[in-house]
């Protein structure tokens, strides 16, 4: 595994009046959560950050982070990181096709064609992260 690469929990960042926020999609299909650990302008206090409801579409941009790599030669998204005895874990999901590949790799089915396992953070390769745009006008199929 790369050293330059610190595994990430997945999440949405969003880009607003010149500042970045980590966000969530809703609350309507227009619509973006942004939250801030201090006090901004048109922001809410919530149980110890703030928060704001915005249009979507008066983001500048708006993506979703997420770290992926490979773990016995199949993808895999990176969902946490654990320790266990003083050693470093990868808590990942297969991102394959194929349930009996999860499977033969010690995955565990969480829900019907979802695998997920944790595993030594050395046995996952090819660490990147990735940033996927989200469109700013959500489309008719998007919740």
């Known amino acids: 595994m790369s050293e330059e690469i610190e595994p990430v929990a997945s999440g949405f960042v969003a880009r607003y009046r010149e500042r970045t926020y980590a966000a969530a999609l809703g609350p309507g299909p227009a619509e973006a959560v942004l939250f801030s650990e201090e006090a ?18 008066s983001l500048d941009w708006l993506v979703l982070v997420r770290t992926v790599g490979a773990f016995g030669g199949e993808p895999c998204l990176v ?5 266990e005895n003083g050693e470093e874990g990868l808590h990942i999901a297969y ?19 979802a695998y997920e396992v944790v595993v ?24």
């Open 40 to 57: 901004q302008e048109g922001f809410e206090p919530v149980s110890g950050y703030w928060r704001a409801v915005v249009a979507r579409a």
């Open 79 to 83: 969902l946490d990181v654990s320790e």
């Open 95 to 113: 991102t394959g096709h194929s349930g009996m590949k999860a499977e033969a790799l010690g995955y565990w089915m969480v829900d019907h064609g």
């Open 120 to 143: 030594p953070r050395e046995e996952v390769v090819s660490l990147r992260i990735e940033r996927v745009p989200v469109p700013l006008s959500p489309s008719r199929t998007e919740p």
